[in-house]
Every structure is written in C-alpha cells, then in structure tokens.
C-alpha cells in the first residue's frame, strides 16, 4: 500500500484546513480509512475513520469542526477541518486499513500508513 498524503499547512484559529490521502496498491473501497495525529512525547491519537460502508467515527474533540469523507473512485479521503484550535496542531498520518475490533476499537495496520502532514494552527 502506498499512501499520499496532502494538505497540511498553517492556519489561524477559526480557519479551515483540508487534509487529502490518496490510496494506491490495495482495495481501497473496501477498506476503512482513517487519520490519526500526534504530538511530540504522546502516542499516535485517533482522529477520524470512515468504514468502507461510510460509517463515521471522530474523537470527541473534533465532533461538528471536522468532516471525513471518502472517493472510492479517486481512492482518496478527506479530513475537513473547520474552526481550527491551536490545540488541534499536529502531525497528521492517514491509515488506509483499519479493521474494527469488538474490545479495543479501530486498530490501524502497521504496513498501510502515509507519510505524516503538519498542521499548525496559530491563535
């Protein structure tokens, strides 16, 4: 799998950035996609995932200000981030094979990660 990923940049508090990722190398439609971000000195955190049937999970701290959507037909998803927060400043990493397990979650593979974008939201 090789993953693409685009968008990241600087913002101003309130602004809007878009987050692209662009799939090759495997089944893209029938994969559950997501974006994680990361900070300096913390874990890789979850952020949003979109199953392969749309079915939408976010982290309770972009619920309302970000939107992820998925073309099957450009194997690409999209991180809409609006109302950005000096907090949402990160490292952001797609992950185009997620699967869901009943105890923990979404579990991400570890073979199907893009390169990671920064975003830096300034107040």
């Known amino acids: 799998v090789q993953l693409q990923a685009s968008g990241g940049g600087d913002a101003q508090a309130g602004g809007d950035l878009r987050l692209s990722c662009r799939a090759s190398?495997?089944?893209?439609?029938?994969?559950?996609v997501g974006w994680y971000h990361q900070t300096p000195g913390k874990q890789r955190e979850l952020v949003a995932v979109?199953?392969?049937?749309?079915?939408?999970t976010y982290a309770d701290s972009v619920k309302g200000r970000f939107t992820l959507f998925r073309d099957n037909f450009g194997n690409t998803a999209h991180l809409q981030m609006a109302d950005l927060r000096p907090e949402d400043t990160a490292i952001y990493y797609c992950?185009?094979?997620?699967?869901?397990?009943?105890?923990?979650?979404?579990?991400?593979?570890?073979?199907?990660w893009g390169q990671g974008t920064l975003v830096t939201v300034s107040s």
């Open positions: 190398g495997t089944t893209f439609r029938t994969k559950a």
């Open positions: 992950n185009a094979d997620l699967r869901l397990d009943s105890k923990v979650g979404w579990v991400p593979s570890a073979d199907a």
């Open positions: 979109i199953s392969s049937g749309g079915l939408l």
